[in-house]
């Protein structure tokens, strides 16, 4: 155990395949999410710039096949194609997909809701969230963006919603703001690519759990930094008691089936 970080173990293994009800919304997903964004910046990600559309719905169907439910992308990925080409052989209703915006006005948000349904070939989206929130003040910055989304929620075009924090503070509005239904929050027990230390962030995730809200942990590996660690960084992810599911970006089958072995 790493000095001070305490690892609230649970009474009954958990495994990547695991169904998972995230949320107040009760959106069921694999508690291991396919991420499609290690390194993901300006339309492109490594998967997407090493695999191509093909090979990367080849793994998401690979992850599929092993019990992998929850396909995690990103506009900023670039991965909506590869998602739609992966749909192709996987029955849009036995996957849960993830997504996630830049937009901060109610017209930019209906506008990428068209968009990203388009892009990926669905009729609506699980999951839908604010990406990468910096300022303490985001709720009232997005509130055109937040508006849409809870209305494209009442209407059964989107799942759930909810946001994905980079500061401290942002993490905290999140914790206070009953609009969040999800978060996205970075967690592995190293401190590496965090908001805070792992104990100032678990307390704020649990406080969060307590109100019903649904966490996704990513950063398990610390964006590549802890891979040397991976047993660890895995025992710890799925020991925590207020994280429901995770991410990971793996980049071929190698990888992929490294960490299943682990979870299985």
């Not at 996630?100 to 699980?126: N, P, Q, S, W």
């Not at 910055?141 to 942002?170: F, N």
Request: aromatic share 4%; charged share 25%; proline share 3%.
């Amino acid at each position: 155990m790493l000095a001070g970080v305490g690892w609230p173990l649970l009474g009954s293994p958990r495994r990547a395949s695991d169904v998972v009800a995230l949320g107040p919304d009760k959106i069921k997903l694999s508690r291991m999410a396919m991420g499609t964004g290690t390194d993901g910046v300006g339309g492109g990600s490594n998967q997407t710039r090493k695999l191509g559309v093909q090979g990367l719905a080849d793994l998401l169907h690979y992850g599929y096949d092993h019990g992998l439910t929850f396909w995690d992308s990103a506009d900023q990925y670039g991965s909506h194609p590869h998602l739609k080409a992966a749909l192709g052989g996987v029955p849009r209703d036995k996957v849960a997909i993830m997504t996630k915006t830049h937009a901060v006005t109610a017209a930019e948000m209906r506008a990428d809701l068209d968009r990203f349904r388009r892009e990926i070939g669905t009729d609506y989206l699980d999951i839908v969230l604010l990406h990468c929130m910096m300022e303490d003040d985001w709720p009232e910055r997005r509130k055109g963006a937040m508006d849409v989304l809870e209305e494209a929620r009442e209407k059964k075009i989107v799942g759930t919603h909810g946001v994905s924090c980079h500061t401290l503070g942002a993490l905290k509005a999140a914790a206070k703001t009953p609009w969040v239904r999800v978060d996205l929050a970075r967690i592995n027990p190293a401190g590496v690519i965090m908001d805070s230390d792992p104990n100032t962030v678990l307390g704020i995730l649990r406080q969060m759990k307590a109100d019903g809200k649904g966490i996704i942990g990513m950063k398990v590996f610390g964006a590549g930094k802890l891979t040397g660690r991976m047993d660890e960084m895995l025992r710890y992810q799925t020991s925590l008691d207020c994280v429901d599911c995770f991410t990971i970006g793996c980049e071929n089958r190698d990888e992929l089936n490294g960490v299943l072995r682990r979870l299985a």
